[in-house]
């Protein structure tokens, strides 16, 4: 067994198809797929049901893929520990984030890594706070940045708090609350609210707030992205938000009130607890990150 043809494996299960997965190898069909029926034979199993329309993984395929998987992450970790070891930052970064990380200027510091560092490929995923917890705990993601409510912390993983923000509501300019130097919940829960969905970290911060008060609301909208389908709802007065203060001037066309008992949104960055590739603690030293005097880190409960 190869790791080659664990790397053709993975790639016809992303893709679906033998031909787009021998393009995205660089490689002939025909040498794709005879590594694979070698690797079928080997293992005593098809991986792949094969018809003229589709392919997709047989019950053993699904059991083998997640194992190619690990064994692909490990063989570019150790090449990436070596190439450290002498002094050179090499192989991937997987950085995650939800859309209103306010904290950390992301882009600004993937511009400085990349000048820094030109040979660590870069992936970048926008998620919600609790899924990227959980890539970051299964490795899939090497460091996240989220949003929790102050009444929660990222379990299983190694975190650093970054910011601490309470929640501002956000209006549309003409809204009768415009103006107003700063609304309460109770008035709020008047209102009609869009808001992520049902679950979420940032839905739970409101949630919770107005659950604490003895409050309902209606959430009406529900979107999995803020900018720029919530900011849109709210500027043509379909809807009310609360969003992080430090975030909400970034929208266009809307209005901010401060919310005298609103909720706090804590920021984190966090990577994993059983160790961090050599790319990702080099990105968070030019994030600032990792080297923020007086702050240790801390671990979320195992």
Do not use: K
Not at 178 to 203: I, K, M, N
Request: hydrophobic share 50%; proline share 6%; net charge neutral.
């Amino acid at each position: 067994m190869e790791l080659q043809q664990m790397r053709y494996v993975v790639a016809v299960a992303e893709t679906n198809s033998f031909t787009r997965a021998a393009e995205r190898c660089l490689v002939v069909q025909s040498a794709l797929s005879h590594q694979i029926a070698r690797l079928e034979r080997e293992l005593g199993a098809r991986l792949f049901e094969r018809t003229s329309r589709r392919v997709r993984l047989t019950p053993a395929g699904a059991a083998f893929l997640p194992a190619a998987r690990q064994c692909l992450d490990a063989a570019e970790r150790a090449a990436a520990e070596v190439a450290a070891a002498v002094g050179e930052v090499r192989g991937r970064l997987v950085l995650g984030l939800i859309p209103t990380v306010a904290a950390v200027d992301v882009p600004g510091a993937l511009r400085d890594f990349r000048r820094q560092h030109p040979q660590v490929h870069i992936n970048l995923r926008v998620g919600a706070s609790n899924d990227l917890v959980e890539q970051v705990r299964e490795r899939v993601v090497d460091v996240a940045f989220l949003g929790l409510p102050d009444t929660a912390r990222p379990e299983g993983v190694a975190a650093r708090e970054l910011a601490r923000d309470r929640l501002v509501a956000v209006v549309a300019p003409d809204h009768p609350l415009t103006g107003e130097p700063a609304v309460d919940l109770r008035r709020l829960s008047s209102e009609v609210f869009v808001d992520l969905p049902a679950g979420t970290a940032g839905r739970a911060q409101s949630d919770l707030a107005f659950s604490a008060a003895g409050l309902s609301r209606d959430v009406a909208f529900e979107v999995t992205t803020v900018d720029p389908l919530m900011a849109r709802l709210v500027g043509q007065g379909l809807a009310v938000a609360m969003l992080p203060s430090a975030y909400a001037p970034q929208l266009a066309g809307v209005a901010t009130i401060e919310v005298t008992d609103a909720p706090t949104r804590v920021e984190y960055a966090v990577w994993s607890a059983v160790g961090r590739p050599p790319a990702a603690t080099a990105f968070l030293a030019v994030a600032g990150i990792a080297g923020i005097p007086g702050t240790p880190e801390t671990r979320g409960a195992e």
